[in-house]
């Protein structure tokens, strides 16, 4: 209890923001976390199964701890100061084993360090990386699946995250979340606990079953995804994308278990085997150092000390992100008029809406197209904040999300846009249809603009930390470009959009 009232509760005070930044994500829409629920009840289960052995070790506080459990408040404190939740849970991850040595020492967590470490897998990835991660995963299991499902007789044809099935004129729709990042970051938490928490203690056990949960992970997902081309073409899109999509589902998961299962048999029975003709050195007990005694009660006053004003500066943020400022953007201005979506395709946003916001952190953003009358188009995507500042990412990260391959990316001057006023242009190539498009794209406050995200990002970190808020926008101009046509042609029309939009954006900000 003692441990519990000076050491563990005042980290659960000073880490209260970051707890519920945990938890908001494991309930996310997208799932990719939701396993992290578990992990918290098998850390116990597997502490409550080892007492008998940690129980009879006396706790001995050890200084040594603040090395990691001191790095680990620094992070909290960058996280808490600049309102970056992500890098205040990342702390988490050396504050858990921190605490650990700090309140009971080194002796009495022997043998208990792998526990520890499963903090690891309850922390959420930041968004960005989680975006990037499902892009990636999910660009190799389409493409791949697609190429084994036409080899065992499918005939389909790729046209971005659709796979058309030849002959029936319908096309299988591989959502973000059969990527397979949900499966990888499950299959490699499983991977783990069944290395650490159970079987044979040797690293010739650990280490290649922990390696082998990222291939057998996405090497399923590739097979499901080929299954579903072969249901699509056998019994039709329909099935394949209800109950064809259930049973695939669990057919991968038991395959995934089943292949871990039996690498772990195999590996343990070579283990075995060798262990009769293995000579064993006799090593004399360890005695740990246990560094010079300190009460728990003074690490206690120490943390309680620091807990509290960090719970304070997580707490305290100024006001904002509650406005829906992008929905009034003009409709008509300067010869652009915007194209209204049609009923499939607002159905289509509408379904894409809640993952849009959980990347985007805020629903204060728009995606619109508009035309001029040359019938030149412009797609605009304007995104407002406020404190969440930190969650606007670079348009490159975006883009690269669109199944699009970049070819330029650079920041050229807009002195349209304002005295010294950069741009970030972006012309990139899209897998669907071949088109070049190009990009330009422009941050900025009510006095303040420029393209560079190094510079949005210094603008924004000082007044975060003194708790000065100021809304600002992400304006995102896509234009498509006609074969042949410049890139000097393109960027004039986008700077020209830019530049009436801009004045019309920042009205919105007063």
């Known amino acids: 209890m003692k441990a519990f009232l000076w050491i563990f509760l005042p980290l659960l005070v000073a880490y209260t923001t970051a707890l519920q930044w945990c938890i908001d994500r494991w309930n996310a829409p997208t799932q990719y976390f939701e396993h992290c629920w578990l992990v918290p009840w098998i850390a116990a289960a597997a502490i409550w ?24 408040l620094l992070l909290h404190l960058y996280g808490a100061a600049l309102m970056i939740d992500s890098a205040s849970a990342a702390s988490m991850i050396l504050a858990v084993p921190g605490a650990a040595w700090l309140a009971f020492g080194k002796a009495r967590l022997r043998g208990m360090w792998p526990i520890l470490w499963l903090v690891l897998f309850a922390v959420p990835t930041p968004i960005y990386v989680e975006g990037r991660l499902a892009f990636v995963l999910k660009e190799f299991a389409v493409y791949a699946g697609s190429i084994l499902a036409n080899w065992l007789g499918a005939d389909v044809v790729r046209a971005g995250s659709h796979l058309q099935v030849q002959g029936t004129g319908q096309a299988l729709f591989v959502a973000d979340a059969c990527g397979g990042l949900r499966s990888l ?106 560094g010079r005694p300190r009460s728990l009660v003074c690490h206690g006053v120490l943390l309680w000390a620091l807990a509290l004003p960090l719970l304070l500066l997580s707490l305290y943020r100024p006001h904002g992100g509650d406005r829906q400022r992008a929905q009034h953007l003009p409709e008509e201005f300067a010869g652009w008029t915007r194209i209204e979506r049609s009923e499939r395709e607002q159905a289509e946003f509408l379904k894409a809406l809640p993952r849009w916001i959980e990347l985007l952190g805020t629903p204060d953003f728009t995606w619109q197209r508009y035309r001029d009358a040359q019938g030149f188009r412009i797609h605009l995507v304007a995104l407002f904040h406020d404190t969440n500042w930190k969650s606007v990412h670079a348009p490159r990260i975006c883009i690269e999300g669109s199944n699009m391959d970049i070819e330029l990316d650079d920041l050229v001057p807009a002195p349209e846009l304002g005295a010294g006023v950069t741009v970030s242009r972006i012309v990139a190539r899209s897998r669907e249809d071949g088109w070049r498009y190009l990009t330009l794209s422009v941050f900025g406050t009510l006095d303040w603009a420029s393209g560079s995200y190094a510079e949005f990002s210094w603008h924004h970190m000082p007044l975060a930390l003194l708790r000065r808020n100021e809304s600002g926008f992400l304006l995102r101009t896509e234009t498509p470009m006609p074969k042949g046509e410049a890139v000097e042609v393109a960027q004039r029309r986008c700077v020209e959009f830019l530049s009436a939009l801009l004045p019309k954006a920042r009205e919105l900000l007063r």
């Open 49 to 72: 199964a080892r007492r008998r052995s940690w129980s009879v070790q006396v706790a001995n506080p050890d200084g040594r701890a603040w090395w990691m459990l001191g790095a680990a």
């Open 185 to 290: 970051l499950a299959m490699v938490t499983l991977g783990y606990c069944l290395a650490f928490l159970v079987g044979i203690p040797r690293l010739s056990r650990r280490v290649p079953l922990l390696l082998a949960t990222v291939p057998i992970a996405i090497s399923a997902n590739v097979v499901r995804i080929a299954v579903l081309c072969l249901q699509a073409r056998w019994f039709g899109v329909p099935f394949a994308e209800s109950t064809g999509h259930t049973v695939a589902n669990i057919a991968e998961w038991i395959a995934d278990l089943g292949v871990l299962l039996m690498m772990d048999a195999l590996l343990t029975r070579r283990i075995e085997r060798a262990l009769p003709t293995t000579v064993a050195a006799q090593v004399a007990p360890q005695v740990l150092p246990t």
